[in-house]
């Protein structure tokens, strides 16, 4: 948007551009501009059919053509200038920015990860872990506004990210997650779904949620996972449980020929389904990385924060500009009009 920044009697006010790129609120008055020559031709004809002169005898020799003469148009000229500045100026040329403010009332959520030994299994690519942690990034990368922390546990659970808005740091902390963190070896869920709620329980949010991805049973820890889970429910915590994993024999390490090492993997989903059931939230089972990428997406789609705007209009009139110039040249045609030269040129 142009602003009045350029001196009023600058002539970028009459280029094409600027011109073009105006708005007018009262547009019937450009129309009447194209009346403004007929206006003038009629006065001409007016003036040469009923004003009376003077005859005059002269020698026909005497009389020559001069282009002095055309001098008597000046006035005639600006004065349609005049008229054409004050039609341009009622017709209230203006600039219009349309603003957009948006806002959101951010969700709250808490991601629990297993870092247990279980999570080395390479059923996922490059293993279950890792999988977990580029899903994480990714699943960060598209919220807005959101408080995210998250929340590692094996044997023992504690929280790795406090609620944040800062993603650079959480995806910091995400690299950061390894297996060696937790010395405790075994899958506490129940202790995960505990701190998980002391994380939250103070928040005044409308919308809280923890993702809890596990490829376990609960098989450490002192806290029951259906109490924690209840707990966490009083607390208007919604938990989507994600569990990761193959049954059956899956590649777990390297042999002394590096081939994959073969294990049995058995996978018992009635603890994380009841979990999810207590939170009001979805339980999710998925077996390779494609699955994981789609649960994560359902997710975010699910828990998206209500997006609100206002609109409001900034307009700017220019017809002051204009104006300006309709006076100017209307002194300059008052000047013109008493003028010696003026008076006789037209007699």
Request: glycine share 4%; with cysteine.
């Amino acid at each position: 948007m142009d602003s009045v920044t350029d001196p009023w009697y600058s002539m970028h006010w009459f280029a094409p551009p600027i011109l073009k790129g105006f708005t007018w609120d009262s547009p019937v008055f450009l129309i009447c501009i194209l009346l403004v020559p007929l206006l003038f031709i009629g006065r001409w004809i007016f003036r040469y059919f009923l004003n009376q002169k003077l005859p005059v005898a002269l020698v026909k020799s005497d009389l020559k053509a001069s282009a002095l003469t055309l001098f008597r148009l000046v006035p005639e000229i600006v004065l349609s200038l005049v008229i054409i500045l004050i039609l341009v100026a009622l017709a209230r040329p203006q600039k219009t920015n349309d603003k957009v403010e948006q806002w959101t009332e951010g969700i709250e959520i808490m991601m629990a990860i297993d870092i247990s030994q279980s999570m080395q299994i390479e059923d996922f690519t490059p293993n279950r872990l890792e999988a977990a942690k580029d899903v994480a990034r990714d699943f960060i990368k598209g919220r807005v506004q959101d408080r995210i922390g998250i929340v590692v546990f094996s044997g023992d659970a504690f929280s790795l990210a406090p609620l944040t808005t800062d993603y650079e740091l959480l995806n910091s902390y995400l690299n950061d997650i390894s297996f060696d963190m937790i010395e405790n070896r075994g899958t506490a869920i129940g202790s995960a779904m505990a701190v998980v709620t002391n994380r939250m329980r103070e928040s005044e949010s409308k919308s809280k949620v923890c993702i809890l991805l596990s490829d376990g049973d609960n098989t450490a820890g002192n806290i029951d996972p259906i109490t924690a889970a209840e707990l966490a429910a009083a607390y208007d915590i919604k938990i989507y449980t994600i569990v990761v994993g193959k049954e059956g024999l899956v590649p777990f390490g390297k042999d002394y020929f590096g081939r994959p090492h073969m294990v049995e993997n058995t996978v018992d989903e009635s603890t994380m389904r009841k979990i999810a059931d207590i939170g009001s939230g979805e339980f999710f089972r998925v077996t390779d990385n494609q699955a994981l990428i789609q649960v994560f997406k359902q997710i975010d789609q699910y828990e998206k924060a209500e997006i609100k705007e206002t609109r409001f209009k900034d307009t700017s009139d220019y017809y002051f500009i204009y104006l300006r110039w309709a006076i100017l040249f209307f002194l300059i045609w008052l000047v013109l009009k008493s003028s010696f030269m003026s008076n006789v040129l037209q007699d």
